[in-house]
């Protein structure tokens, strides 16, 4: 039987690793289907297309879960967004310009956990996109070699804290359900905790990031490297080395050549 996949060899770091797999479970391709057509569907709907009743398409998606029948990841995020709505689980809602949720691949190898948008996210609703989000581009693409759209990104909290100010344990005790549904979607093979609030929040530990860098932890079994926030190598950039040391250890653990430095 010839491969469903393409014949090219994907690139050693590619997210089509996990799409095309010979021996990927028949179930997985029909969540596939499935997630395309429905996806579809709700689009014509929303272009005022008459006798579309995806109501009754998400009923069988939640049929399907309850007989743990996964979605895939794309479809997996819009659901968690679905149900997120337009949040107000928390105080952050108040200030907020924008719910910033997530950007990149959903079928990414790696992701990014951040602590919550600042004010050039909250413009925009995109997590690192600011000064600090060219520090991490640097560090995907210079130094890791990559691009951005390869990996995805997420924050702790969804909503911007007022002043830039650090979550309060209460905003993110309810920010967390969707995180941690963010990443059992994606189920990267890494993830990099960036800075002290999303270090101690997926670690479960009280530790300063400075000690818990450049070890490995783990978030429900997936391997976590904590290392510094990019916002914190604005005004520390002799920590780029730390943080590079950190990055080294995510790339062996992928399976990327070594070669580059961000």
């Not at 569907?41 to 309850?66: P, Q, Y």
Request: hydrophobic content about 35%; proline content about 7%; some cysteine.
């Amino acid at each position: 039987m010839a491969n469903r996949c393409s014949a090219r060899a994907a690139p050693k770091y590619s997210s089509m690793e996990k799409k095309c797999q010979t021996d990927r479970p028949l179930v997985d391709e029909a969540a596939d289907i499935t997630a395309a057509v429905h996806e579809h569907l709700v689009r014509l709907s929303e272009l005022g297309a008459a006798g579309i009743e995806t109501g009754v398409m998400d009923r069988e998606r939640k049929r399907l879960a309850a007989k743990g029948i996964r979605l895939n990841p794309a479809d997996a995020l819009r659901q968690v967004h679905l149900d997120m709505g337009d949040c107000r689980r928390c105080r952050l809602f108040e200030g907020r310009t924008n719910i910033v949720f997530g950007d990149g691949d959903p079928y990414a190898r790696l992701m990014f956990v951040g602590e919550g948008p600042d004010e050039d996210e909250d413009a925009q609703g995109v997590p690192f996109v600011g000064r600090a989000g060219q520090q991490l581009n640097d560090i995907i693409e210079k130094g890791m070699r990559l691009q951005r759209n390869e990996v995805y990104i997420a924050n702790v909290v969804k909503s911007r804290p007022p002043g830039n100010r650090d979550p309060r344990p209460d905003e993110i005790e309810a920010c967390l359900p969707f995180l941690e549904k963010q990443i059992e979607a994606i189920h990267p093979e890494v993830i990099v905790a960036l800075g002290t609030i999303a270090a101690q929040t997926l670690t479960g530990l009280d530790t300063p990031i400075g000690k818990l860098r450049g070890k490995w932890h783990s978030f429900k079994s997936i391997p976590l490297m904590p290392t510094f926030h990019p916002s914190y190598l604005l005004h520390n950039p002799a920590a780029k080395r730390e943080v590079w040391a950190d990055i080294k250890q995510v790339m062996e653990k992928l399976g990327l050549p070594i070669g580059g430095k961000s």
